[in-house]
């Protein structure tokens, strides 16, 4: 009689080795992801809070009934911008004041966004915080708006 060959089925060490070699790449490739998406996330969350803090330093400006016109005006007059101030809230963040725009400094006239003579605050980060103390944010304001 003969003896029945039973097959015993597997993988071989070849085919291991390549699927362990696409699974790292696979996760290495996913980890390298992360740094990028917290990256991301955190200009995400500083970018909201220097929209916040323009927001409120302009409210601060036309609280103050006495003096928020002159503010205002003097503001839109400047040839310069104000030395950057770090906002007492947040200290990562600075404001200064300008007349012009420091994202778009020439005055194109399709664009309303860098028109000269506008007052805006502008939020950067404190130089304390970041070296190049970017810009993150330019907040255009009318005294009447």
Known sequence: MFAARVQRRGF?????????AILI?????ILQLFPATLRASADSS????????AQTKVAELRRDD?????????????????????FPE????????????????NDLPTS??????VP???????????????ILY???FEPGI
């Open 66 to 86: 006495t003096t928020a016109a002159d503010t205002i005006e003097a503001i839109r007059t400047l040839t310069l911008p104000t030395d950057p101030v770090a």
């Open 120 to 134: 805006r605050v502008i939020v950067r980060y404190n130089t304390a915080f970041r070296p190049k103390g970017e």
């Open 46 to 53: 500083a970018r909201a809070q220097a929209t916040l803090l």
């Open 25 to 29: 790449i696979g996760i290495v490739g």
């Open 90 to 105: 947040d200290s990562r963040f600075a404001y200064q004041f300008a007349s012009k725009s420091l994202l778009e400094p």
């Open 112 to 117: 309303v966004e860098d028109d000269w003579d």
């Open 138 to 140: 330019e907040l255009r």
């Open 12 to 20: 071989s060490l070849v085919e291991v080795l390549v699927a362990m």
